[in-house]
């Protein structure tokens, strides 16, 4: 054998295991991802994302979707979200908001007409009779606010919305064995090795088998989850991008925060679920991203302790009557701060909290 002939199979095997090394790597972030979306989602409704992690599936048709003890026929549009097929053209009568949040924004337990994106839409819709209102709701269950900044991301130049509505804070502050920060390659060439990837069939066939037998051999009840999913510090980062580009458009997007309830399950202690962190410096954090040039409204308060606005049995997941307080309340924000326009042509800047 001469030397051409050991340097091209050396040559081969480096490129071997580079391969190698990118699919284990993909498949290990992968593995943090189905940790998660096992607990969420069902796998059939999930389509994997490389840029955020998880999306639904787009153009699903009355799919029965489990969550949190509740079971809701769904329906997705083109872009995996919970709403209605928006026209890409836009004029100057349309009137766009886009609702990122997780769970809650996308109700979960609720039928689409009676999420608080739908509710908001007719509200402003009846008032404002010569606009066409659309709503988009970005809510996707487990989604947490480093999700959220990603799918604005895709969202902001295909539905170029007026309004931005943001509703995180529940699954940044859930623990799981890293950050979620650390799920997706920071460098291009990682993404770009990704995105193609998740493009063959072939690799997502093996990618699926073995992510599905890793989550097979892990015990549930092992204490394997160390950090909360997002730290305070880039929560506040997360909002203040959505907030920053926003700002940036021309004319300016007005972004609404909704301070959240505090949840009332805290976690399993002994499970290793159970966050420390108080959710105040969470909420402190949405009032001073959007207090400058956004607005907000506290649902803390009026919801936290009122348990005609929650599920059955449930702690988080907001019910018809929930959902229809959300609606009034930002409509209310709408109004006080006269954030739509009296004339499809005129637009307004500026803002101060509620």
């Not at 490389?50 to 029965?64: A, E």
């Not at 063959?200 to 950090?227: C, E, H, V, Y």
């Not at 999913?229 to 997360?238: K, P």
Request: proline content about 5%; glycine content about 6%; some cysteine.
């Amino acid at each position: 054998m001469d030397l051409k002939e050991i340097l091209k199979k050396i040559q081969i095997i480096k490129t071997a295991t580079v391969l190698l090394f990118v699919l284990v790597m993909i498949i290990f972030m992968d593995y943090s991802i189905g940790e998660i979306a096992r607990s969420t989602v069902p796998l059939q409704a999930l389509k994997p994302d490389p840029d955020v992690l998880w999306r639904f599936n787009p153009n699903l048709k009355n799919y029965s979707f489990r969550y949190g003890g509740t079971e809701t026929v769904i329906r997705t549009n083109s872009q995996g979200l919970r709403s209605k097929e928006i026209d890409e053209v836009k004029t100057k009568r349309h009137f766009r908001i886009l609702c990122l949040g997780d769970e809650v924004t996308f109700g979960a337990g609720v039928s689409q007409l009676e999420t608080y994106p739908e509710l908001l839409g007719d509200i402003i819709q009846r008032r404002y009779h010569y606009f066409l209102v659309d709503t988009i709701n970005g809510g996707i269950p487990g989604y947490s606010s480093f999700q959220g900044s990603h799918l604005f991301d895709q969202l902001v130049s295909v539905y170029e919305p007026d309004m931005v509505i943001l509703a995180f804070m529940y699954n940044d502050m859930s623990k799981s064995t890293c950050e979620d920060k650390y799920r997706i390659p920071d460098n291009e060439m990682s993404m770009r090795t990704r995105r193609f990837l998740y493009q063959s069939n072939t690799f997502m066939f093996f990618r699926n088998w073995a992510m599905g037998q890793i989550l097979n051999m892990q015990d549930p009840d092992k204490d394997s989850r160390g950090s909360v999913r997002v730290s305070s510090e880039d929560y506040f980062l997360n909002l203040y991008h959505i907030v920053k580009v926003c700002g940036e458009t021309k004319p300016p997007v007005t972004v609404i925060g909704i301070l959240m309830p505090e949840d009332f399950d805290k976690g399993d202690k002994k499970k290793g679920t159970q966050t420390d962190i108080p959710s105040n410096l969470y909420r402190s954090y949405l009032m001073k991203v959007v207090g400058e040039d956004g607005y907000w409204f506290d649902a803390n308060v009026a919801v936290q302790y009122n348990r005609s606005y929650f599920l059955e049995g449930n702690s988080r997941l907001l019910n018809e009557q929930g959902h229809q307080f959300f609606a009034n309340n930002l409509f209310k924000v709408v109004e006080d701060y006269r954030l739509i326009p009296q004339e499809p042509t005129a637009f307004p800047s500026g803002g101060d909290e509620f």
